[in-house]
């Protein structure tokens, strides 16, 4: 870190309330985020685990002289909360009579400025009708309803506290006295105060106290820096920012929370796509070094925003709409999926981003190195369960940014490509070693499920490359040997096995239930039935050896030609 002239501060919150400072969230800065966990925190460390005068941590601001306003850096969360709590009290003595005790909260929620003109204490750039109408006017106005996702939060906050403060007023025998202790607590809370004269450097103090902290991570150190870095260019400029942004989160939402890409590890891949490799821990460091402009900021916003939904596509391909022409590159990404492998990230962005380039990486290329990676990591990461070395993530990241400085050169583009594909076909197991690894790896039965999804897409591998036309979307995993068999004896990883398993229709696997193998042999040997894979008709009976036998043939097709590297 550069020197930087500072003097650290001791303050109560009491001390940042009063006298003529306001307290302004500039737009550029995250929205309030605090949920029922943090506020849970916060409140225990108020009310139960420590006295009047409590270390809240730093707060950075910057300051210009001439003004009573302190544009917040870091604290605009626990101030936030600090001043929905004011609110709260206030409220709750108004509610109880004290008209008094209630002034003497509001004055810290909103005074007088120089020009004898009411101000809160505590502002927002980007209005928020909610926060300063519904919770820090008084009488706040109850009809002003949140209106976007961080007034959302706002209200579910003041929703918490005062059910939090009401619970607690309950339990006490004197009420009032508790309601002053708290305030007390509030406000004698400490802060280690710092502010400087220069925006730019009040943010080099931030990032440098959050270097080490686990509450903020990548994505936003990346916002504040990015955003900071536009904020001269006017507050609608800046609001445009802070919009894409959003949008670039929103990209990366789905609508099941438990399919919610992480930002940072979407920031990490992106850089990676494009520049040289940087290990995660240094990733911040490097962007910041790199993106100084407004020209740079703006230029890596709209590349973000861009990338965001290119990204959640390849990682989780049914958010997108696939023309017919990459259907097969769909199913290699949604293979990869199912692996939980992560290692090629950075290339599946690049490949997806060459693919919507005004220039199109041609579709043939793209399907074809995506097929390589999923034979390659089914053949070596999930069948042979060989570890990949920190090399792996290196070429994979090389290749990607290869891929993206290649630009519209079609010669270019091929060469980086023809080179990962060939550096992985070179790594790929033998076919002895993929062999055995196959016949032990995949079991399913009712008491082996954790690798479902993986026995499924097997399955439907050699049966759409038996019947091409076959559609696998309904059907359901048969046990050719019945699971009831174990309790008679048999072994459960002979029964579980890929070799005693089939996809057949809901209809066909009701008729098959629990019957005798010939009774079941007669069935798929049906008109117009295709589900036969690895000769299970050829057989006239279903035992142990039988199962042994097919599971054997199975991986030699599926190392010889389903998964055959090279392609």
């Given at each position: 870190m550069p020197e930087i002239d500072f003097q650290p501060d001791k303050r109560t919150v009491e001390e940042l309330y009063v006298g003529a400072d306001y307290y302004v969230i500039p737009r550029f800065q995250r929205p309030y985020s605090w949920d029922a966990a943090n506020l849970d925190d916060f409140w225990r460390d108020v009310v139960y685990d420590n006295s009047v005068g409590y270390f809240i941590g730093p707060m950075v601001a910057w300051h210009d002289p001439t003004s009573p306003i302190r544009r917040l850096v870091d604290g605009q969360q626990r101030l936030t909360t600090i001043s929905i709590m004011f609110a709260v009290l206030r409220d709750k003595f108004e509610e109880l009579g004290e008209d008094n005790l209630a002034d003497g909260v509001h004055r810290y929620l909103e005074k007088a400025d120089r020009n004898n003109e009411r101000q809160f204490t505590l502002q927002t750039e980007v209005p928020s009708p909610f926060l300063s109408q519904a919770i820090f006017k008084r009488p706040p106005d109850r009809a002003v309803e949140p209106s976007s996702e961080e007034e959302e939060a706002l209200s579910k906050a003041l929703d918490a506290i005062r059910q939090l403060v009401d619970d607690e007023a309950q339990k006490r025998q004197n009420p009032l006295d508790w309601l002053r202790d708290f305030r007390d607590r509030l406000l004698g809370l400490r802060v280690i105060w710092i502010e400087h004269s220069s925006e730019d450097d009040a943010y080099v103090i931030f990032e440098t106290l959050n270097s080490r902290g686990k509450d903020?991570?990548?994505?936003?150190?990346?916002?504040?820096?990015?955003?900071?870095?536009?904020?001269?260019?006017?507050?609608?400029?800046?609001?445009?920012?802070?919009?894409?942004?959003?949008?670039?989160?929103?990209?990366?939402?789905?609508?099941?929370?438990?399919?919610?890409?992480?930002?940072?590890?979407?920031?990490?891949?992106w850089w990676l796509s494009q520049e040289e490799y940087v290990a995660e821990r240094k990733l911040f460091p490097a962007v910041k070094q790199k993106v100084k402009s407004k020209t740079m900021a703006k230029a890596r916003l709209d590349s973000l925003a861009r990338d965001a939904p290119l990204y959640r596509a390849a990682i989780e391909p049914s958010s997108r709409v696939w023309p017919t022409e990459e259907a097969d590159a769909r199913r290699s990404l949604e293979a990869l999926a199912i692996f939980g492998i992560v290692q090629p990230a950075p290339l599946l962005l690049s490949l997806m981003r060459a693919r919507t380039d005004a220039v199109k990486l041609g579709a043939s290329q793209f399907k074809k190195t995506l097929q390589v990676i999923e034979r390659f990591h089914f053949q070596h990461t999930v069948v042979s369960q060989l570890r990949s070395s920190g090399g792996v993530s290196e070429m994979y990241a090389k290749a990607a940014r290869d891929l993206s400085s290649a630009g519209p050169d079609a010669q270019a583009r091929a060469n980086a490509l023809d080179d990962i594909r060939n550096k992985l076909i070179s790594r790929s197991p033998d076919k002895e070693q993929f062999v055995l690894a196959f016949e032990e790896r995949f079991h399913f039965t009712n008491q082996q499920t954790r690798d479902s999804k993986l026995v499924r897409y097997v399955l439907e591998r050699f049966l759409r490359h038996s019947r091409p036309a076959t559609t696998t979307e309904h059907l359901t995993i048969e046990h050719i040997m019945p699971q009831r068999e174990i309790a008679r004896g048999a072994s459960i990883d002979t029964v579980g096995v890929v070799g005693n398993l089939l996809l057949v229709s809901e209809a066909i696997n009701g008729r098959l239930d629990d019957k005798s193998f010939a009774d079941k042999r007669a069935i798929l040997a049906g008109p117009g039935l295709a589900y036969d894979i690895g000769g299970v008709l050829d057989c006239t009976e279903w035992t142990a050896a039988e199962i042994s036998a097919r599971t054997r043939l199975l991986a030699e097709l599926a190392h010889d030609q389903i998964w055959r590297l090279p392609l």
């Open positions: 903020l991570e990548v994505v936003d150190l990346l916002k504040n820096h990015l955003l900071n870095r536009l904020r001269g260019t006017g507050n609608t400029a800046a609001d445009t920012a802070r919009t894409k942004w959003d949008q670039m989160r929103g990209a990366l939402e789905a609508s099941d929370s438990r399919k919610r890409i992480d930002p940072n590890r979407f920031i990490l891949h």
